[in-house]
């Protein structure tokens, strides 16, 4: 008998681990019908789509998700930017680490991002949640006691010994 083995689809996703002035970080609740993470808790952030970079794809994620528009300069620095440089040329954006985790049906690269708010000084920004999520602002010495996805289990870590 032939041994098949399922190729399992790998996907590239950037989320933003992101911090207030009062040392807050943004975290949102998935709720879209379907999910295989369906409930949990997230930094808000999603699938690198073709012809992006993944500071292109945190960007815009940011924007659609949480109306954080950070300014484009970021954008164009972006292009020569590898995932294994450890920041970017923008000041408000740090890669903190990339996690390769195996879900049932696919294999996320997942590039997780500190960004800044507090570093801020050229606007204002204010998040929103603009696709009907749950949005909250956490203590990061609280941020442990709440459920995310097993891949965030590292950098929940540093978080809670404010490390990052
Ligand atoms: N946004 C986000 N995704 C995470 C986190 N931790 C984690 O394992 N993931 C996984 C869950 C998903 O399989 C994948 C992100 O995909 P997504 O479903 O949010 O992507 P998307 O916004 O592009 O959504 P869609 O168009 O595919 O519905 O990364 C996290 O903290 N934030």
Same mark, same amino acid.
């Given at each position: ?33 379907? !999910?295989?993470?369906?409930?949990? &808790? ?5 699938? $690198? =789509? ?6 292109? @794809? ?27 440089? !450890?920041?970017?040329?923008?000041? &408000? ?5 990339? $996690? =390769? ?6 294999? @996320? ?56």
């Amino acid at each position: 008998m032939k041994n098949e083995t399922i190729q399992k689809k790998r996907v590239e996703v950037s989320v933003g681990i992101i911090e207030n002035d009062k040392n807050e970080i943004l975290v949102c609740r998935r709720n879209k019908k379907g !999910d295989h993470l369906f409930g949990l &808790l997230e930094f808000p952030g999603g699938k $690198v =789509e073709k012809g992006e970079t993944i500071v292109d @794809c945190l960007i815009r994620e940011l924007y659609e998700e949480v109306d954080i528009n950070l300014p484009s300069s970021s954008s164009s620095s972006s292009s020569s930017f590898s995932s294994n440089d !450890d920041s970017t040329s923008f000041s &408000l954006i740090k890669l903190i680490e990339i $996690v =390769e985790f195996e879900y049932k049906d696919i294999i @996320c690269n997942i590039h997780f991002f500190k960004v800044n708010l507090q570093n801020n000084t050229t606007q204002q920004i204010s998040p929103k949640p603009k696709e009907g999520q749950p949005m909250f602002w956490i203590k990061k010495n609280e941020i442990d006691y709440l459920q995310f996805p097993e891949s965030n289990k590292n950098v929940i870590e540093l978080l809670n010994q404010n490390k990052i």
